[in-house]
């Protein structure tokens, strides 16, 4: 049996979160050690440690935050509104979409490590590593380094015995490093949330994960305030946690731990009595002349749903650009993404599912979280979707948000998930009782 991790998630009000039984560091130590090496194991890969003549002073992840804040804020000004990056033999504009505080970490005495996410004028994101020295409040950049445009990774992270990390050029990355794992998986999964200003009665739905063929899931523990019941949502047979609450769980936490077995999924077989059900409509991803069009004009002259499917699928990775930017991505809006083609794993898989469906290609969505690989501990901060077909008598699984990422891994997307993910919920326009208005 695979060895557990542990996964947290922390986004916003809410988290989920992974966390090794075999180790006590926090996700900034895995940070600390996988960034240490850039800067202190460059030739023979021995260390350096520098004598101090006086204690470093403890720095947490909010005092790396306000460092780089700081800096990206006097750089933006410097440059006129931009924070303005050489790259590639180009000179980019960027602007300040956000600091990935999950990945903030010290990694020694003096030494610190941001990630953030930059955005240029015409709209491609930038996922921008920094490295920085100094003591709170006085902080300085010593190093920048592009790592990914778009989702796209230049490099990746590998671990050697010592427990040191270098970078490695994304195209040579193995699998696991590049976030797919075949092997089954085992973890422990944190969700959290916190309960927001409450002043009157109020309910509050999260999803419950269920065991199936793919996933094995058991409840550790449960801590909520207020009166709590599970709901049944019969369409897709999803669970739904519902919490009844008062203006005195104001600000309380809500915490579920599962622990989860994993196995990669491959196209097969249901006891699906109609998959046809899955041609209909949904609320944001509505049938229209426009998607039948597309869908038409891409599957020309190709016999066979498996083979158009794959028409489609790669209609999507050449037709879209993963890009977190503006207004309306990230609401799964097909429409939005067919005028856009831009967005995330939400927006790549509900364009594609509208497509599917004006062909007769019955298609699905699911939505959860995914694991990291390369670690075995640490915080999640986001969520992910993936989607399904139907095509010779089976589902075929697609995620073609991160085969648009990882080109080298799009033949593996088009009908495998990994391991290293957990199903929260499956389909669109969930519908319990009692429902939110």
């Known amino acids: 049996m695979s060895t557990p991790r542990s996964i947290r998630n922390n986004c916003g009000s809410g988290g989920f979160g992974v966390r090794s039984d075999q180790m006590s560091g926090a996700l900034r130590l895995i940070l600390a050690l996988l960034l240490l090496l850039v800067l202190a194991s460059c030739g023979d ?6 004598a101090v003549s006086e204690p470093a002073p403890i720095v947490v992840t909010g005092d790396i935050a306000a460092g780089i804040e700081k800096y990206v804020e006097e750089t933006t000004q410097a440059g006129g509104g931009y924070f303005r990056l050489a790259f ?3 000179k980019l504009d960027l602007k300040l979409v956000r600091i990935h505080t999950e990945y903030l970490a010290n990694l ?8 953030v996410d930059l955005v240029d004028t015409r709209g491609d994101v930038y996922d921008v590593d920094f490295f920085l020295k100094g003591d709170p409040g006085a902080m300085t950049v010593t190093e920048t380094m592009v790592h990914k445009v778009n989702g796209r990774p230049f490099y990746a992270w590998q671990q050697k015995e010592d427990k040191t990390w270098y970078r490695v050029p994304a195209d040579g990355a193995s699998d696991a490093l590049l976030g797919v794992l075949r092997d089954p998986d085992t973890f422990e999964f944190i969700y959290r949330a916190t309960i927001p200003v409450i002043r009157d009665s109020a309910r509050m739905w999260l999803p419950f994960p269920a065991s199936d063929s793919y996933q094995t899931v058991r409840v550790i523990s449960i801590e909520t305030p207020g009166q709590r019941r599970v709901l049944e949502e019969k369409e897709h047979g999803n669970e739904v946690l519902l919490l009844e609450l008062g203006p005195g ?3 309380r936490q809500v915490e579920i731990r599962y622990e989860v077995q994993r196995v990669e999924k491959a196209a097969y077989e249901t006891s699906e009595s109609d998959p046809t059900r899955y041609l209909k409509p949904e609320r944001l991803v509505p049938m229209n002349e426009t998607f039948r ?10 016999k066979g749903n498996l083979v158009q499917a794959r028409a489609l699928y790669d209609h999507v990775i050449d037709g879209m650009r993963y890009a977190k930017v503006g207004e309306g991505w990230g609401q799964g809006d097909a429409v939005y993404a067919c005028d856009a083609l831009t967005g995330n794993c939400t927006d790549f898989h509900s364009y594609f599912i509208a497509l599917a469906r004006s062909v007769d290609i019955p298609a699905r969505f699911a939505i959860g979280a995914a694991i990291p690989s390369e670690r075995d501990e640490g915080g999640v901060d986001g969520y992910h979707c993936w989607a399904e077909f139907y095509a010779e008598g089976k589902w075929w699984p697609v995620d073609i948000s991160e085969a648009n990422k990882y080109s080298a891994l799009s033949t593996y997307y088009f009908g495998h998930h990994p391991a290293n993910r957990i199903e929260l919920s499956r389909g669109r326009d969930l519908v319990v009782e009692p429902g939110p208005a």
Do not use: L, M, N
């Open 88 to 90: 590639d033999e180009q």
């Open 45 to 50: 890969g021995r260390q350096t440690v520098q």
């Open 108 to 115: 020694g005495p003096r030494r610190h490590f941001a990630c």
């Open 293 to 302: 069009s597309i869908a038409e004009k891409t599957v020309e002259g190709k």
């Open 249 to 251: 769980d104001s600000g």
